[in-house]
């Protein structure tokens, strides 16, 4: 095994600590760790990540949540020890590392064992994290709703239950006399599984009910016939910065992981006047705890219900190709089919960061695929190729819905009210004789109803929108 690129984090990326070491608890002073498996499969089809790009998003993820990342590296192992992940060696390697940084903390960016998990920390006598632990804290801080903070909870206690063990171990079990076989700290654990479940099962009623909530948001906004654009993306793809960018609003958009969890929803108007319904969600990352997964649902469901979905891709990133097979992976898991590319579009961003050649070759990849599976690129930063891609949004929801032409009378205002809930107004003017005239834009399956509302004689089908 080698020990790769050992580091110290530069002193401006402390995420506002204090620049003095003994002003800090150890509590915040950090080591990284990156395991990398130099053997491959013959079987993994995914994309493999660099080193240094892994190396680059596990410090993101601790500057996420201001800690002081004194050193990072990357360990390159054979194999993983059953016991320790690691290798005997590097384990003592680190264990001197964290010494002379005085770190109390260690971030394994991979996924331990609850015994792998307490044997790092005692040979590191250091508190050891792994990634799915430390993406659950970054959520726990990020959450402001009651939905996202119970989504948070519920994710947290599904980990913690499978390594209560561990955080009990001065209960530890014990062989008693009078033929009891454990002793008081198998009690104290069971009781705390207990509670555990117990609060598990009042966080998913809890979310039923936000389920049941946003179902009944969903079915008001059909109603209104604004189409649903939802975003997604791997995490800092540049989602937030694009959403700002159409809808002219004021999310928070920043150049660190997570910056944005619970989701917003804002209306844009298209370049012909319709209007749609543009959501923000959160950012996907690889190795997605399942338990985020399953929480987040309910969140997600507005992914799922969209009638279209951009997916945002940070072209200028290294690892462009894994992060987009780890959106991808997440899709599917939703029960989307990521290559469904009348449903989904492509978003080629932060085109601003390449050079003149990297555009070149970016816009030539781009124009070789063809129809609806060609890519818009994109900079939400400065604009570029907005209008190209607000024109595909258009273009692609257009399909899915008809133009109608409708003749109200005057004193018909009802009927008129009742066409600007139910339907997109595109124009509306008024004849000589005092009739209105409106040419509305509805879904497919919506045409038959406003016959029937209005009668046969009086709409007319203008065309596909």
């Known amino acids: 095994m080698e020990l790769k690129g050992s580091r110290r984090s530069p002193a401006g990326r402390t ?46 993820l601790a500057l996420a949540i201001e800690l002081d990342v004194v050193a990072s590296l990357v360990v390159g192992l054979s194999q993983i020890r059953p016991a320790t992940y690691l290798g005997t060696g590097k384990v003592e390697e680190i264990a001197g590392l964290v010494r002379a940084e005085e770190a109390g903390l260690v971030f394994v960016d991979a996924p331990l064992s609850p015994v792998q998990q307490r044997n790092l920390e005692k040979a590191w006598s250091a508190k050891v994290i792994d990634r799915t632990a430390l993406i659950l804290e970054i959520f726990g ?27 009990w171990t001065h209960l530890e079990r014990q062989r008693g006399g009078f033929g009891f076989l454990g002793g008081p700290g198998e009690t104290q654990i069971e009781a705390d599984r207990r509670l555990i479940g117990e609060r598990i099962i009042k966080i998913e009623r809890e979310l039923e009910q936000v389920k049941r909530t946003r179902a009944l948001h969903r079915a008001s906004r059909k109603k209104v016939p604004y189409p649903v654009v939802a975003l997604v993306g791997y995490t800092n793809a540049g989602k937030s910065t694009l959403f700002n960018r159409l809808t002219r609003a004021e999310v928070r958009a920043q150049d660190l992981l997570f910056a944005t969890l619970d989701p917003t929803l804002r209306a844009v108007q298209l370049p012909g006047g319709e209007r749609v319904i543009l959501s923000d969600t959160v950012g996907f990352i690889s190795d997605l705890p399942t338990q985020l997964v399953a929480a987040f649902r309910a969140t997600l469901e507005e992914v799922i219900e969209a009638d279209l979905i951009l997916h945002v891709r940070d072209v200028s990133h290294e690892d462009t190709e894994a992060q987009a097979h780890d959106v991808a992976q997440v899709l599917a898991d939703l029960d989307i089919d990521p290559d469904d590319h009348h449903r989904l579009i492509e978003v080629w961003n932060k085109i601003d960061r390449l050079d003149e050649d990297g555009r070149a070759g970016l816009f030539n990849t781009a124009s070789r695929r063809e129809g609806e599976a060609r890519p818009i690129p994109v900079s939400a930063l400065t604009g570029e190729g907005m209008d190209a891609l607000l024109s595909a949004i258009a273009t692609r929801l257009g399909r899915d819905r008809t133009v109608l032409g409708v003749e109200l009378e005057a004193t018909d205002g009802s009927g008129l009210s009742w066409l600007y809930r139910h339907a997109e107004v595109l124009e509306r003017h008024e004849d000589a004789e005092g009739r209105l005239h409106l040419a509305v834009r509805v879904p497919h399956d919506r045409a038959d109803h406003i016959r029937h509302r209005f009668g046969a004689r009086r709409v007319t089908v203008q065309g596909a929108a």
């Open 141 to 167: 801080q990020r959450a402001r709703t009651k939905e996202g903070v119970l989504q948070v909870e519920l994710a947290h206690l599904n980990y913690q239950r499978s390594r209560l063990v561990r955080s």
């Open 15 to 60: 995420a506002g600590l204090p620049a003095d070491d003994t002003t800090r608890g150890d509590a915040t002073r950090v080591v990284v760790i990156v395991p990398n498996l130099t053997r491959r499969s013959a079987e993994e089809e995914t994309p493999r990540r660099a080193p240094e790009a892994r190396l680059d998003e596990a410090v993101g």
